[in-house]
C-alpha cells in the first residue's frame, strides 16, 4: 500500500532563517506531488505541485519554493523565514484520474 | 475566483443522531469531490469522494450531489464521539488537473455523549 511521510514534524524557527520540508511516497510510482499550507484560521491552500522530477508549478507569489530531486521524494524550501510563513504544511500525492487527495502527517512550523 | 462554501459551525449533535453537513461550490463545471476529516492537531483524512449526481453511502457516511444546485453534503449516521472532527468539503475545479483542490474553511462537528 501507499504511504507518504513528511519531517519534521513540528519545527520552530526564528524569522530570517532557513527553511527544509521534506516529503517522500513509497508503493506507488510516479506519482503527482502538491504541497499545501493551512494557516491558522484559513483553508487549505494548494503552494507547490509537481507531476515528474525536476517539474514543478507553483501557485502563489511568496517566498517558498519547491524541489522534487527524485521521483517520490519532494522537497520545501524557503531562504529566508517571514513570520506570515507559520502554519501546517501538508504534502500530499494523487492516484490517477479519480483525483483523490492523500495527506501526509503535515509539519507544524512556527516563524518567531 | 472559485470558491467553496461550508456551514462554519460549530454542529454539535447528541451521540445516534444524523449529522448533516453542507456545501456549496461556485465552479458549475466542478467533476470531483470530496470529504475530509480532520482531527485537531492532525492532517485530513480522505472520507467520501463522488462524481455523479445522487447518494454514495459507505457504512454510517452518505455524500449526496446535486451539481444543477451546486450542493453536496454529508451525512454522517448513528453519529459517535470520536466522529468529532472538523469536516472539510473539497472540490476539483473545472480545467484544473487532478489533486488541485480548492476547500472550504471546515466545520466544525461536536458530538456529544
Known amino acids: 500500500s501507499q504511504t507518504i511521510h513528511q519531517w519534521p514534524a513540528t519545527l520552530v524557527q526564528p524569522v530570517g532563517s532557513p527553511l527544509s520540508l521534506e516529503c517522500t511516497v513509497e508503493?506507488?510510482?510516479?506519482?503527482?506531488l502538491y504541497w499545501y499550507r493551512q494557516a491558522a484560521g484559513r483553508g487549505l491552500q494548494l503552494l507547490f505541485y509537481?507531476?515528474?522530477?525536476?517539474?514543478i508549478s507553483s501557485e502563489v507569489p511568496q517566498n517558498l519554493s519547491a524541489s522534487r530531486p527524485q521521483d517520490r521524494q519532494f522537497i520545501l524550501s524557503s531562504k529566508k523565514l517571514l513570520l506570515s510563513d507559520s502554519g501546517f504544511y501538508l504534502c500530499?500525492?494523487?492516484?490517477?484520474?479519480?483525483?483523490?487527495?492523500?495527506f501526509g502527517e503535515g509539519s507544524r512550523l512556527t516563524v518567531l | 475566483q472559485k470558491e467553496v462554501e461550508q456551514n462554519s459551525g460549530p454542529l454539535s449533535v447528541p451521540e445516534g443522531a444524523i449529522a448533516s453537513l453542507n456545501c456549496t461550490y461556485s465552479d458549475r463545471g466542478s467533476q470531483s469531490f470530496f470529504w475530509y476529516r480532520q482531527y485537531s492537531g492532525k492532517s485530513p483524512e480522505l472520507i467520501m469522494s463522488?462524481?455523479?449526481?445522487g447518494d454514495k453511502e459507505d457504512g454510517r457516511f452518505t455524500a449526496q450531489l446535486n451539481k444543477a444546485s451546486q450542493y453536496v453534503s454529508l451525512l454522517i449516521r448513528d453519529s459517535q464521539p470520536s466522529d468529532s472532527a472538523t469536516y472539510l468539503c473539497?472540490?476539483?475545479?473545472?480545467?484544473?488537473?487532478?489533486?488541485?483542490?480548492?476547500f472550504g474553511q471546515g466545520t466544525i462537528l461536536t458530538v456529544h455523549p
Open positions: 473539497a472540490v476539483n475545479p473545472s480545467g484544473t488537473s487532478y489533486g488541485k483542490l480548492t
Open positions: 508503493g506507488t510510482s510516479n506519482p503527482n
Open positions: 500530499a500525492w494523487s492516484r490517477g484520474s479519480a483525483g483523490e487527495l492523500f
Open positions: 463522488i462524481y455523479s449526481n
Open positions: 509537481s507531476v515528474g522530477i525536476g517539474q
